[in-house]
Nanobody, 122 residues
C-alpha cells in the first residue's frame, strides 16, 4: 500500500519560513510526477507546486518566487520550502502522487497524504 506522510507544518508569523516534507513508502518519489496542494475548509483545492520525473517544476502564480518544490532522493521525500509566508498561505497542505512521469495541476492524483496544517499570522 502506497502511503504519503507530510510533516513540517506549524504556525509562523508573516514573513517567516517553513519547510514541508512528504515521505513516501513502497516506491521512489523520483519515479513519479508529484505535487503539493493546499486547501482551506470550504474552498477549492489549489495546486501549489509540481515536479515531474524530468525535474521540471511548475508553481501557482501566488507562490512563484517564494516557494520551492524539490526532491531529496537520499531521504525519499518530496519537499516544499516556503519563504516570505503570508496570511493567505494559511491552509492544509498535502502532497499527492500522479503515478505518471508528467502531470499538471488538473491531472488525476490517485494518492495523497493526510496533510499538514500551515498557519501564518499577520
Amino acid at each position: 500500500q502506497v502511503t504519503l506522510m507530510e510533516s513540517g507544518g506549524g504556525s509562523v508569523d508573516a514573513g517567516g519560513s517553513l519547510k514541508l516534507s512528504c515521505e513516501a513508502t513502497k516506491y521512489t518519489v523520483s519515479t513519479h510526477c508529484m505535487g503539493w496542494f493546499r486547501q482551506v475548509t470550504g474552498k477549492e483545492r489549489e495546486g501549489v507546486g509540481i515536479i515531474d520525473t524530468y525535474g521540471s517544476t511548475r508553481y501557482a502564480d501566488s507562490v512563484k518566487g517564494r516557494f520551492t518544490i524539490s526532491r531529496d532522493n537520499a531521504k525519499n521525500t518530496l519537499d516544499l520550502q516556503m519563504n516570505s509566508l503570508k496570511p493567505e498561505d494559511t491552509a492544509m497542505y498535502y502532497c499527492a502522487d500522479s503515478r505518471q512521469s508528467y502531470c499538471v495541476f488538473d491531472s488525476y492524483f490517485p494518492y495523497r497524504g493526510q496533510g499538514t496544517q500551515v498557519t501564518v499570522s499577520s
